[in-house]
């Protein structure tokens, strides 16, 4: 409902003479009397406003014209103030300052611009995450002061303070994992999402990716460096290809084919290693296209299309990276790689998810969103880039890495609980876990204890350790009752996390 005063307000003096020839009403309904000729020279959208041929458009005060501005009484005083040869208004509020800064902008008056941003400069030194954030509004879009408030930021931050300790020299005990609160961290304890709401993701990556590097990137704003675009490489493409011209060391040991009826050539150990579930579910038959004296290929029915086939294989390389792989571009492409990886429980794809989580937030995906976030939590958030992350907000980034760091405080505490005291403990306890001989041999089942963290992978580590230390043995029967509810505590645990959705 409409309720404002049949009595207009009155700007303060100097904007309430009659002399004036227009009138400025602020969306507060106060209404400011100035002089075209002054607007004229201060703003060249004013100017070019004056010039057009003017109108009974039936906003007429008396003989006087009126606008309507979008801008509140108070950011339109303190703008005019600038145009008009009066005193310069006080600026001693970050907000205030902004959206000044905003209506210069908007208005094209170049030097109050100039002259507002130098203010701004002075929060700085209190405030520079909140000042980077709004150098990357849209409408203030700000190179300089986005570079001189991560200067700042990073001498403030001498060292950089992860949201968690996941370094590799540490990574067979909980002795490097997430110790510190999240607002103890870098990020956890300076941001400040009132002015951070229209910076994107990749921005805040960029200002948390120079900090961890302790050096400034050519443009903050935009992203210039062409991270996870890599194209499949030779190395990924080659082993999955048929011909006679490939070596055969080379040509796999399996088929993989598709729903299309295109074959994959593929090694069995590696799929195995990805995933314990992935070849014991699909249909297997023969290739029989093979030449008198070759042994029959096993060729096993992945009712996928080849699109996803050759995807889901490229992320399989045991020296894939979420960079490597090129990057999909489609989301329902994306959308069925985290489906596949899901039905097969194959982890090193679904951590590959991090890029679906963002395309998911910017689709607005919630469940997608949530299972990728999940999928994360043993790997880094912190160092992968994805272009989808120009398109969502920051905090949607934000967000993903608190979530990972509470995630990472569990597993530090399952870790020093139940794992290995130390690095070098943890080092000699794989060495024996890999000598333990095989079922075949007449030894006892050991899983597979891989360097890419998973939850089997941890609780593995954790109760063998103890299984060790008693007497330097391993109790099959023994381990295999604890593991499966060790891995459901750990998952309990983890699952009490909470995702904060838009």
């Given at each position: 409902?409409?309720?404002?005063?049949?009595?207009?307000?009155?700007?303060?003096?100097?904007?309430?003479?009659?002399?004036?020839?227009?009138?400025?009403?602020?969306?507060?309904?106060?209404?400011?009397?100035?002089?075209?000729?002054?607007?004229?020279?201060?703003?060249?959208?004013?100017?070019?406003?004056?010039?057009?041929?003017?109108?009974?458009?039936?906003?007429?005060?008396?003989?006087?014209?009126?606008?309507?501005?979008?801008?509140?009484?108070?950011?339109?005083?303190?703008?005019?103030?600038?145009?008009?040869?009066?005193?310069?208004?006080?600026?001693?509020?970050?907000?205030?300052?902004?959206?000044?800064?905003?209506?210069?902008?908007?208005?094209?008056?170049?030097?109050?611009?100039?002259?507002?941003?130098?203010?701004?400069?002075?929060?700085?030194?209190?405030?520079?995450?909140?000042?980077?954030?709004?150098?990357?509004?849209?409408?203030?879009?700000?190179?300089?002061?986005?570079?001189?408030?991560?200067?700042?930021?990073?001498?403030?931050?001498?060292?950089?303070?992860?949201?968690?300790?996941?370094?590799?020299?540490?990574?067979?005990?909980?002795?490097?994992?997430?110790?510190?609160?999240?607002?103890?961290?870098?990020?956890?304890?300076?941001?400040?999402?009132?002015?951070?709401?229209?910076?994107?993701?990749?921005?805040?990556?960029?200002?948390?990716?120079?900090?961890?590097?302790?050096?400034?990137?050519?443009?903050?704003?935009?992203?210039?460096?062409?991270?996870?675009?890599?194209?499949?490489?030779?190395?990924?493409?080659?082993?999955?290809?048929?011909?006679?011209?490939?070596?055969?060391?080379?040509?796999?040991?399996?088929?993989?084919?598709?729903?299309?009826?295109?074959?994959?050539?593929?090694?069995?150990?590696?799929?195995?290693?990805?995933?314990?579930?992935?070849?014991?579910?699909?249909?297997?038959?023969?290739?029989?296209?093979?030449?008198?004296?070759?042994?029959?290929?096993?060729?096993?029915?992945?009712?996928?299309?080849?699109?996803?086939?050759?995807?889901?294989?490229?992320?399989?390389?045991?020296?894939?990276?979420?960079?490597?792989?090129?990057?999909?571009?489609?989301?329902?492409?994306?959308?069925?790689?985290?489906?596949?990886?899901?039905?097969?429980?194959?982890?090193?794809?679904?951590?590959?998810?991090?890029?679906?989580?963002?395309?998911?937030?910017?689709?607005?995906?919630?469940?997608?969103?949530?299972?990728?976030?999940?999928?994360?939590?043993?790997?880094?958030v912190e160092y992968a880039y994805t272009p989808e992350m120009e398109h969502v907000s920051a905090l949607s980034y934000y967000s993903l890495m608190k979530y990972h760091h509470e995630c990472q405080r569990i597993l530090s505490t399952f870790l020093q609980k139940h794992g290995p005291p130390s690095h070098n403990e943890g080092t000699k306890l794989l060495k024996m876990l890999f000598s333990i001989p095989s079922p075949k041999d007449g030894g006892i089942e050991v899983p597979f204890v891989s360097r890419q963290w998973d939850c089997e992978s941890i609780t593995i580590l954790c109760y063998a350790s103890k299984m060790f230390s008693?007497?330097?043995?391993?109790?099959?029967?023994?381990?295999?009752?604890?593991?499966?509810?060790?891995?459901?505590?750990?998952?309990?645990?983890?699952?009490?996390?909470?995702?904060?959705?838009?």
């Amino acid at each position: 409902m409409n309720t404002t005063s049949s009595t207009p307000l009155a700007a303060a003096d100097p904007f309430n003479g009659k002399n004036a020839d227009l009138i400025l009403r602020s969306s507060d309904g106060v209404h400011f009397s100035v002089h075209k000729a002054i607007l004229s020279v201060a703003s060249n959208v004013f100017r070019d406003i004056f010039s057009w041929p003017q109108t009974d458009s039936g906003n007429m005060d008396g003989e006087r014209t009126s606008v309507y501005m979008s801008e509140d009484s108070s950011t339109l005083d303190s703008l005019l103030r600038f145009c008009y040869p009066v005193k310069y208004p006080i600026i001693d509020d970050l907000w205030a300052a902004a959206k000044i800064l905003e209506a210069a902008i908007k208005y094209q008056m170049e030097e109050i611009a100039e002259i507002v941003s130098e203010s701004i400069k002075k929060f700085i030194p209190l405030y520079p995450v909140a000042v980077y954030g709004l150098a990357c509004r849209p409408s203030i879009h700000s190179e300089t002061l986005a570079m001189v408030a991560a200067t700042e930021w990073m001498e403030q931050n001498p060292s950089w303070v992860a949201s968690y300790f996941f370094y590799r020299k540490g990574w067979l005990s909980g002795e490097r994992f997430a110790t510190k609160e999240w607002t103890e961290t870098s990020i956890g304890g300076s941001y400040d999402s009132e002015y951070m709401d229209r910076t994107t993701a990749g921005q805040l990556y960029r200002l948390l990716r120079c900090i961890r590097l302790r050096q400034l990137p050519s443009k903050l704003l935009v992203n210039e460096e062409k991270v996870g675009m890599t194209k499949i490489s030779q190395h990924y493409s080659l082993p999955y290809l048929l011909g006679s011209h490939i070596p055969k060391f080379l040509q796999g040991d399996i088929i993989i084919r598709s729903s299309d009826r295109l074959d994959f050539r593929a090694y069995k150990v590696v799929l195995q290693l990805a995933s314990e579930n992935l070849l014991s579910s699909l249909e297997v038959g023969t290739d029989q296209s093979r030449g008198p004296g070759e042994s029959e290929t096993p060729v096993y029915h992945l009712p996928e299309h080849s699109s996803l086939v050759l995807k889901l294989l490229e992320i399989c390389d045991p020296s894939a990276t979420a960079g490597d792989v090129e990057d999909a571009g489609d989301a329902d492409l994306i959308y069925g790689i985290l489906r596949i990886a899901m039905k097969y429980d194959i982890p090193k794809a679904v951590s590959f998810v991090q890029l679906n989580y963002f395309t998911a937030i910017q689709h607005r995906w919630e469940e997608l969103a949530r299972k990728s976030a999940r999928a994360t939590v043993y790997s880094s958030v912190e160092y992968a880039y994805t272009p989808e992350m120009e398109h969502v907000s920051a905090l949607s980034y934000y967000s993903l890495m608190k979530y990972h760091h509470e995630c990472q405080r569990i597993l530090s505490t399952f870790l020093q609980k139940h794992g290995p005291p130390s690095h070098n403990e943890g080092t000699k306890l794989l060495k024996m876990l890999f000598s333990i001989p095989s079922p075949k041999d007449g030894g006892i089942e050991v899983p597979f204890v891989s360097r890419q963290w998973d939850c089997e992978s941890i609780t593995i580590l954790c109760y063998a350790s103890k299984m060790f230390s008693k007497n330097n043995a391993f109790d099959n029967e023994e381990f295999q009752s604890t593991l499966k509810s060790s891995k459901r505590e750990l998952e309990e645990n983890l699952n009490t996390v909470k995702l904060d959705w838009e």
